[in-house]
Nanobody
Framework: QVQLVESGGGLVQAGGSLRLSCAAS????????MGWFRQAPGKEREFVAH????????YYADSVKGRFTISRDNPKNTVYLQMNSLKPEDTAVYYC?????????????????????WGQGTQVTVSS
């Protein structure tokens, strides 16, 4: 079965960096666009970043643009999220997700309902 397993979360001070990884199995990875979302306590799940199947294009939420970078290594079936200049408001559980039929042009990549598979999440806590 399809599995997405996130890792790399933890506790970091404001201004620090973390690199999240999401290892995929049970699917043909290159056929899927990948996204990162996050959910803080009491809040809805929100879009963070998205990368196309080939990795040639990426998209970001305004709140992380310029600080976070999404990338993928297709031979390793892994997508990454490099997070720099972290802020306390970045504290959340971070999830990766896979989309078999991405649509571009209407920001649908930012909607959780577009994605077919989800990981279990990894906690990121940024202290002030």
């Amino acid at each position: 079965q399809v599995q997405l397993v996130e890792s790399g979360g933890g506790l970091v001070q404001a201004g620090g960096s973390l690199r999240l990884s999401c290892a995929a199995s049970g699917l043909t990875f290159i056929n899927y666009a990948m996204g990162w979302f996050r959910q803080a306590p009491g809040k809805e799940r929100e879009f963070v970043a998205h990368i196309t199947q080939s990795g040639s294009m990426s998209y970001y939420a305004d709140s992380v643009k310029g600080r976070f970078t999404i990338s993928r290594d297709n031979p390793k079936n892994t997508v990454y999220l490099q997070m720099n200049s972290l802020k306390p408001e970045d504290t959340a559980v971070y999830y990766c997700a896979a989309d078999r039929r991405p649509i571009y042009g209407d920001y649908s990549y930012s909607r959780p309902g577009r994605y077919d598979y989800w990981g279990q999440g990894t906690q990121v806590t940024v202290s002030s």
